[in-house]
């Protein structure tokens, strides 16, 4: 059958494209017949991920800059933080998509179709891909697509806030930046519609990704995000003189809705498999971390399923928590994260918003934010 193939990809971004480097680097895998479909290709710089890891990652050769110091800032703690054995990354989309795209094309066994998907089932043992004009099977389908309406925002046990930013890598004439450190988080600003901070991340003296980041219930206007953007630029960064090189705008899901793993042969990954930290928004790391495991169940196992562990709920219970205050109000998300930055060590910090501190760790974070606030919302959440 011809249109029958052993894995098809459906979606060709971040995860989908994590996945099928990893698969094509398995001398196990690197021959399956594989389609991947997305709805157009991948040639637009879109988005710039950054994530921190202590190893060198599958994606080291385009990295595009990295930091081995943060800073934080707010009305409450600010400080510079040197991450000793982490490594704060960036990656430029168009350098991951050509890199995969490249590397991709020494394989005959890969297809790539643009076709926009419609729907996804499985039939008699067999995982079936519907575009506007042509039906596909396989054995299995790594979707990262995330259909509309796939999350139910009205359902009382679902907390759903939006990460919105507006990015703009600034050049000036002048030296401005110090390329060794990113500003993560800067709270100083306006806190008017929710919990709001800008994001710097220079990669010379003369440039740098400046981006006004939100949490959200709503979008704001797009003028919003530039007039913020200016304003921070002139007023706390101090710079009158540069020229806008680049843009991006993202929106990025904040939710604690359970993401199924797998639904039939299809399995989900990226934000469509829940990848995207409920309470933070970061996904790149999740991202890779997913892709590993299927790839080492596809080779061990000869199938790519795997449940969710005891950690996986006990984070997720935690982001649930909370988003919940965050999404109730109980508490700015300023406040909170300047208590977790001031209280604990970067290492447990960093661990913790990776999902893999320990008892102890989870301890100590928990211990650094109100408890007459956090409790409560922990009950709720464990009794809803
Ligand atoms: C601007 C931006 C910056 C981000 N920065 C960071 C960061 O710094 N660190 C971090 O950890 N995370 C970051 N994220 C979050 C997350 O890492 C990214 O959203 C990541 O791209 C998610 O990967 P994905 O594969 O789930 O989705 P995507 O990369 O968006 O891939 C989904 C693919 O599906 C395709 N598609 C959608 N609908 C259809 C359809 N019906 N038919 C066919 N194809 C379709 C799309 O074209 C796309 O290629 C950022 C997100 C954005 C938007």
Same mark, same amino acid.
């Given at each position: 059958m011809n249109n029958h193939y052993d894995y098809i990809i459906s979606g060709a971004g971040c995860a989908g494209l994590s996945l099928l480097q990893r698969i094509l680097l398995q001398p196990a895998l690197s021959s399956?017949?594989?389609?991947?479909?997305?709805?157009?290709?991948?040639?637009?710089?879109?988005?710039?991920?950054?994530?921190?890891?202590?190893?060198?990652?599958?994606?080291?050769?385009?990295?595009?800059?990295?930091?081995? @110091?943060?800073?934080?800032?707010?009305?409450?703690?600010?400080?510079? +933080?040197?991450?000793? #054995?982490?490594?704060? %990354?960036? =990656?430029?989309?168009?350098?991951?998509?050509?890199?995969?795209?490249?590397?991709?094309?020494?394989f005959a066994n890969v297809e790539f179709k643009y076709e926009k998907v419609k729907k996804l089932t499985t039939e008699n043992q067999l995982a079936i891909v519907e575009t506007e004009n042509n039906t596909y099977k396989a054995n299995y389908i790594f979707n990262s697509i995330l259909f509309p309406g796939t999350i139910?925002?009205?359902?009382?046990?679902?907390?759903?806030?939006?990460?919105?930013?507006?990015?703009?890598?600034?050049?000036?004439?002048?030296?401005?930046?110090?390329?060794s450190v990113a500003t993560l988080m800067d709270f100083t600003v306006a806190q008017k519609e929710g919990t709001t901070f800008m994001y710097t991340m220079p990669t010379s003296t003369t440039t740098a990704l400046v @981006?006004?980041?939100?949490?959200?219930?709503?979008?704001?206007?797009? +003028?919003?995000?530039? #007039?913020?953007?200016? %304003?921070? =630029?002139?007023?706390?960064?101090?710079?009158?003189?540069y020229t806008i090189q680049h843009e991006e705008?993202?929106?990025?899901?904040?939710?604690?809705?359970?993401?199924?793993?797998?639904?039939?042969?299809?399995?989900?990954?990226?934000?469509?498999?829940?990848?995207?930290?409920?309470?933070s928004g970061y996904a790149f790391q999740f991202i890779q971390k997913r892709t590993k495991k299927i790839v080492a169940n596809l080779i061990s196992k000869n199938h790519p399923f795997y449940n969710q562990s005891f950690s996986d709920k006990k984070f997720r219970f935690f982001d649930s928590v909370l988003l919940q205050v965050l999404h109730?109000?109980?508490?700015?998300?300023?406040?909170?994260?300047?208590?977790?930055?001031?209280?604990?060590?970067?290492?447990?910090?960093?661990?913790?918003?990776?999902?893999?501190?320990?008892?102890?760790?989870?301890?100590? +974070?928990?211990?650094?934010?109100?408890?007459?606030?956090?409790?409560?919302?922990?009950?709720?959440q464990i009794f809803k």
């Open positions: 399956k017949k594989i389609l991947v479909i997305d709805e157009k290709p991948k040639i637009i710089n879109d988005r710039t991920w950054c994530f921190w890891e202590k190893e060198n990652g599958l994606f080291e050769d385009i990295v595009h800059h990295s930091y081995d @110091e943060i800073a934080f800032a707010s009305n409450f703690f600010s400080n510079r +933080i040197p991450l000793n #054995n982490y490594r704060y %990354k960036m =990656i430029q989309g168009i350098d991951f998509y050509n890199a995969v795209m490249q590397y991709a094309k020494g139910n925002t009205s359902s009382n046990k679902t907390y759903f806030l939006l990460q919105h930013f507006k990015g703009w890598v600034i050049e000036t004439p002048n030296a401005q930046f110090n390329p @981006e006004y980041t939100l949490f959200t219930k709503d979008l704001l206007q797009p +003028i919003e995000y530039e #007039n913020a953007l200016k %304003k921070y =630029i002139e007023e706390d960064l101090k710079i009158s003189n705008f993202g929106i990025i899901p904040m939710t604690n809705h359970p993401f199924p793993l797998h639904e039939g042969r299809v399995v989900n990954l990226g934000i469509a498999g829940g990848q995207a930290k409920g309470s109730d109000k109980k508490m700015n998300g300023d406040e909170i994260f300047a208590d977790i930055f001031k209280k604990n060590a970067i290492k447990t910090v960093l661990r913790f918003l990776d999902n893999e501190s320990n008892l102890l760790e989870d301890l100590k +974070i928990m211990s650094s934010v109100p408890m007459k606030i956090f409790l409560p919302a922990a009950l709720k």
